[in-house]
């Protein structure tokens, strides 16, 4: 194949806003620790010109999702609230493109990207298409929710992934929910890596 009809990767950061971080209402055990490391992997797809896509949890109120409405989470990331900001040492480029789900009142649980939307309204799967993107490298918060749930559809629609162990975080309402989560994604066809991995080209 032609070069430049080759598929290319991309960065996916799953739903690091400031309610799934200590402090925050759902807040997920370290969550803030993998921050540092995500930088690092921002900087380097930045550095080879590949894309960087975000997703946010982004609820209205009332939501069915949340314990009010019948749901089993606390009140987190609203649209527009503090909590719902992405956290403020994440170093996103202006260039980041951001994808937002749960955004239906009456859908509770929609904790993959693939349900998720831009701001002019494509879905992830269109966005990949139009971007010409094959491989999407995942890391985030949380492993056995949004980021389980994320990659599975990935692999799923016929993209190849590689989840980023060392860039997650997970919630465990059961303890052992993320390690399960991880085995799941990886015999679902996930790669893995660090970011020891980028040193020897894991990321091209
Ligand atoms: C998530 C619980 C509830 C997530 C979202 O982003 O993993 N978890 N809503
Ligand atoms: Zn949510």
Known sequence: MEKSMRR??????????????????????GGDLIIPV????????????LPVLVSRDWHPSGSVHFTAGGGIWPEHCLQGSEGARFHPDL???????IISKGIDPERDDSYSGFQAV????????E????????????????TDYCVKSTVLDTLSHGFSVTLLTDAIRGVDLKPGDSKKAIAEMISAGA??????????????
Do not use: M, W
Not at 15 to 23: A, E, L, S
């Open 8 to 29: 290319s990767s991309a960065l996916l950061i799953v739903d690091v806003q400031n309610d799934f971080c200590p402090g925050g209402s759902l807040a997920v055990p």
């Open 91 to 97: 170093d996103l480029p202006d260039t980041a493109v």
């Open 118 to 125: 831009t701001e002019d309204g494509k879905t992830l799967h």
């Open 191 to 204: 790669e893995t890596a660090d970011i020891s991995g980028l040193e020897t080209g894991c990321c091209d």
């Open 38 to 49: 995500i930088n690092q992997y921002i900087r380097f797809f930045r550095k080879n010109g």
């Open 127 to 142: 966005l990949l298409v139009e971007k010409r993107i094959g491989h999407l490298f995942v890391c985030g918060l949380a």
